[in-house]
């Protein structure tokens, strides 16, 4: 399975992003799908995640009542609608995938490249 982000841009804060996640070249219905970011001189973290079935959502404490997680498994693939944004979320965006939550990343199966998020003052 091949994970692809988009959807990146320069946002001023208070703005909003929709990230996309698409997949190809496998079955990725039955993945938990997550989003982590890093950003400039920091760890990786995680963002949010999205079970297969798309009912059950994970979101970090940081961006909890402002970023969505959602899913069209029809399509392959899974969005990050980002609202209320802050200089703080600036990063590269990945989403991945994997059989089960993976808050730290350890159990991710595949990983997409990143998209850059940047949002000014």
């Known amino acids: 399975v091949q994970l692809q982000a988009s959807g990146g841009g320069l946002v001023q804060a208070g703005g909003s992003l929709r990230l996309s996640c698409a997949a190809s070249?496998?079955?990725?219905?039955?993945?938990?799908v997550h989003w982590f970011r890093q950003a400039p001189g920091k760890e990786r973290e995680f963002v949010a995640a999205?079970?297969?079935?798309?009912?059950?959502?994970y979101f970090a404490d940081s961006v909890k009542g402002r970023f969505i997680i959602s899913r069209d498994n029809a399509k392959n693939t899974v969005y990050l609608q980002m609202n209320s944004l802050k200089p703080e979320d600036t990063a590269v965006y990945y989403c991945?995938?994997?059989?089960?939550?993976?808050?730290?990343?350890?159990?991710?199966?595949?990983w997409g490249k990143g998209t850059l998020v940047t949002v000014s003052s």
């Open positions: 991945a995938a994997s059989f089960s939550i993976a808050r730290t990343g350890d159990g991710v199966k595949y």
């Open positions: 070249g496998g079955t990725f219905r039955t993945y938990a």
């Open positions: 999205v079970m297969w079935g798309g009912g059950s959502t």
